[in-house]
């Protein structure tokens, strides 16, 4: 989905969370450290109206998430060379499997400590 019809879809305070993200991006690596309560409370919009935008903006592909860090899509916005945007690609297809593979091994250690 592109980024121009997924702002269609985000008016008002959510649009405000959007250009939020976009100021505060690191331009090195694409990522910006806040939770959404960080958010919420820079924004001045509320934690559900955060969730929401933050869920709409990871459905289109234009974010990826971990518990309190966040990954713009290196496609839509980035600096550098063509050498630094594969590398970006990769860290960003990479981002939320890590995440996934830390929260299942996680997991498997609570279960194996149980029995």
Do not use: C
């Not at 939020?20 to 958010?39: C, F, G, K, P, Q």
């Not at 496609?75 to 590398?87: A, H, I, S, T, W």
Request: net charge neutral; glycine share 6%; charged share 25%.
């Amino acid at each position: 989905m592109q980024l121009i019809s997924m702002l269609d879809m985000i008016g008002g305070k959510k649009l405000k969370i959007v250009n939020y993200i976009l100021d505060n991006v690191h331009l090195s690596n694409n990522t910006m450290i806040a939770t959404t309560r960080e958010i919420a409370k820079a924004t001045g919009t509320s934690l559900q109206t955060v969730i929401t935008t933050l869920k709409i903006l990871e459905e289109g592909n234009i974010i990826k998430r971990k518990t309190g860090v966040l990954m713009l899509n290196p496609e839509l916005l980035m600096r550098g060379d063509d050498q630094k945007q594969k590398y970006l690609l990769l860290e960003f297809g990479n981002f939320e499997q890590e995440a996934n593979e830390k929260q299942e091994n996680a997991l498997s250690d609570y279960y194996s400590f149980k029995d």
